[in-house]
T-cell receptor
C-alpha cells in the first residue's frame, strides 16, 4: 500500500541554520503531497502542498519540490527561526483515496 | 469563519468507561475524517464520513469503536470500554464538497487528548 517515510528526529539547529527534512513516498498513480506542521499542543496546519511532478510548494520561507523520479518531497528552509520549532509531517493523498497517509513526523528544535 | 472545533480538548477515562469525542467541521464542509495519533507515531486514518454516511472505515478497529455524522450536529467518535492502549490524541479534519477532484486539502482541529487510567 501507499506509505510515507521521513527522516527520524529530533533535528536540533541554531537560529539561521539551513534545514532539510527528507521525505520519500511509495504510491500507485500520482499522489498529491503535503507538509503539515504541528506546534505544541495544537492541531496540524497545512504548510505547503504540491499536486503534480515538478511542482514546488512554498510558504513562510519553506519549500518542497515534488520529485517523481526519486519519489521525494524534501522540506527545506534557508534560515530557520526559533518560532519554527515544531513537529513536521509529510503526507500524501492517493489519486483515488480519501485518507491522508502520514509519515511519523520529525521534531525540529531551533535554539537562539 | 471558525475552524474545525473539537471537544473536549482533554478527556480522562478509567478502563471500561466510554469516551465520546465531538467534532464540528468548518462551515460549509460536509466531509469529516478522524485520525489517531499514538505517542511517537504519525497520524493514522480511522474513518471518513459524510452527512449520515460512513464512506470509509477501513482504519477503524473492529470492536469498541464507532463513528457517526448525523444530519444535524457534530460528528461523534465513540469508544466503548476503553483500555489503556486507547490513550492517544484523536484529530478530526474536514474538507469541502467536491473533495477528491484534483487534490485533497483537509483542515484539522486541535485534537482531543484521551488518557485512560
Amino acid at each position: 500500500g501507499d506509505s510515507v517515510t521521513q527522516m527520524e528526529g529530533p533535528v536540533t539547529l541554531s537560529e539561521e541554520a539551513c534545514l532539510t527534512i527528507n521525505c520519500t513516498y511509495t504510491a500507485t498513480g500520482y499522489p498529491s503531497l503535503f507538509w503539515y506542521v504541528q506546534y505544541p499542543g495544537e492541531g496540524l496546519q497545512l504548510l505547503l502542498k504540491a499536486t503534480k511532478a515538478d511542482d514546488k510548494g512554498s510558504n513562510k520561507g519553506f519549500e518542497a519540490t515534488y520529485r517523481k523520479e526519486t519519489t521525494s518531497f524534501h522540506l527545506e528552509k534557508g534560515s530557520v527561526q526559533v518560532s519554527d520549532s515544531a513537529v513536521y509531517f509529510c503526507a500524501l493523498s492517493g489519486q483515488a483515496g480519501t485518507a491522508l497517509i502520514f509519515g511519523k513526523g520529525t521534531t525540529l528544535s531551533v535554539s537562539s | 469563519n471558525a475552524g474545525v472545533m473539537q471537544n473536549p480538548r482533554h478527556l480522562v477515562r478509567r478502563r471500561g468507561q466510554e469516551a465520546r469525542l465531538r467534532c464540528s467541521p468548518m462551515k460549509g464542509h460536509s466531509h469529516v475524517y478522524w485520525y489517531r495519533q499514538l505517542p511517537e507515531e504519525g497520524l493514522k486514518f480511522m474513518v471518513y464520513l459524510q452527512k449520515e454516511n460512513i464512506i470509509d472505515e477501513s482504519g477503524m478497529p473492529k470492536e469498541r469503536f464507532s463513528a457517526e455524522f448525523p444530519k444535524e450536529g457534530p460528528s461523534i467518535l465513540r469508544i466503548q470500554q476503553v483500555v489503556r492502549g486507547d490513550s492517544a490524541a484523536y484529530f478530526c479534519a474536514s474538507s469541502p464538497p467536491g473533495w477528491g477532484k484534483g487534490y485533497n486539502e483537509q483542515f484539522f482541529g486541535p485534537g482531543t487528548r484521551l488518557t485512560v487510567l
